[in-house]
């Protein structure tokens, strides 16, 4: 008996030493994989600065020896929402980011982000990466990536996000298909123009208690303060980010005479601008994406830093295909993830998704969060196959030499 305890005992020991020494080894990266791919969207999604009509997206692969994490990147094929396109993701992975990652080589995927900290901004290409490294370590360590980060939920609340349409009529009945699929928060786009008459309208169909919110993507000033708040008697979860993109001063002026919580989206990059952000009460809410604030880490850090202030946050989207999804679904399972996100099943934007099986509402409004190793889905590499306009391998030895 006691000889069985003892070899318990060592086993455990041993364990907690091979743990450590894997988080003190290197993750051993030998080889990175792009793909771009273009990737048709069942209809156009229209905010206030432009019309969507197809996802451009960079596939990111990273390999050891037998494992390979996978992330795609977010930006927008034109710099209209942020300053990043597909192509500088593309250019910044392919002279900087890779050829660093593959040289200095890093123990855990929170080394990235600091090893690419001297680089300003850029942070959809960073986090293409970074994203990737995190479900390498997650699989490396047979761990789901919501495990890893932190998470506590087994399924997570979702909305939907509704660009601007033609008529009120064509925006009404999208409404009402969405809560019929349950969605617990309907996210409406508004632009000068476009903004009374069809919050009324909804108000006026689907009454007071749907859960509504609105998204100017910063298409207003404070010159338009005595509009925006009339937004205060539609009873709404959120606006956000009404003003500029580069703005937090005046959103605190705004927000000091409104009701309506503001939430920023836009204007936070960074842990740093959140806590500026909330020292000035800029926002009440903060919508988190992970390319936005340039990966995971930082993801988290504003997360963590929000709980601590009591400040909800929700996981925005930026129309991902499936492996992008995968990874919101990890980050929005963390506690503090308590307003339903953007993340909307695979088939919101697509006829085919890039991942088995593909993300769909588990019961009325909920995405169950994968248990598997990684972000928990398979790769459709036949359909990646048909859709590539580009590809290149970095392997380690062609980077050093
Ligand atoms: O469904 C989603 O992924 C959210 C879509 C969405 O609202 C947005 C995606 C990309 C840029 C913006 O237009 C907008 C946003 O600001 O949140
Ligand atoms: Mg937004």
Known sequence: MLVIYMIKAWQLKLNKIIFQIKDVTY????????????????????????????????????????????????????????????????????????????????KHPRD???????????????????????????????????AVLGGTRKEIEVGVSIGIEDNIDDLLIKVNHFLNEGYKKIKVKIKPGWDIEPLRAIRNKFGDDIPLMADANSAYTLNDKALLKELDTFNLMMVEQPLAHDDIIDHAKLQAEMKTPI?????IHSVEDARKALEIEACKIINIKIGRVGGLTEAKKIHDLCEERDVPVWCGGMLEAGIGRAHNIAIASLSNFTIPGDTSSSSRYFNEDIIFP??????????????????????????????????????KATMIS
Not at 28 to 37: E, P, T, Y
Not at 128 to 141: F, G, I, P, R, T
């Open 27 to 106: 993750m051993d990266i030998n080889q990175v994989l792009l793909q771009r791919i273009k990737m048709p969207l069942k209809s156009s999604f229209e905010t206030s600065f432009g019309k969507v009509t197809e996802k451009d997206i960079i596939v990111v692969r990273v390999f050891s020896e037998d494992k390979v994490g996978i992330a795609e990147s977010v930006a927008m094929p034109f710099p209209i929402y942020n300053e990043e396109t597909t192509g500088t993701v593309w250019y910044m992975l392919e002279h900087f980011l890779i050829p660093q990652l593959l040289e200095k080589g890093v």
């Open 112 to 146: 990235v982000f600091d090893m690419f900290s001297y680089i300003r901004r850029n942070n959809m290409a960073k986090a293409a990466l970074e994203m990737a490294v995190w479900d390498l370590y997650s699989k490396q360590n047979g761990l789901s990536l919501s």
């Open 263 to 267: 939430c920023l989206d836009e204007s």
């Open 358 to 395: 593909e993300v769909t509402l588990s019961k009325p409004g909920m995405i169950s969060v994968p248990e598997r190793p990684g972000i928990g889905f398979d790769i459709n590499n036949e359909l990646i196959n048909k859709m590539i306009v580009n590809d290149k391998t970095f392997t």
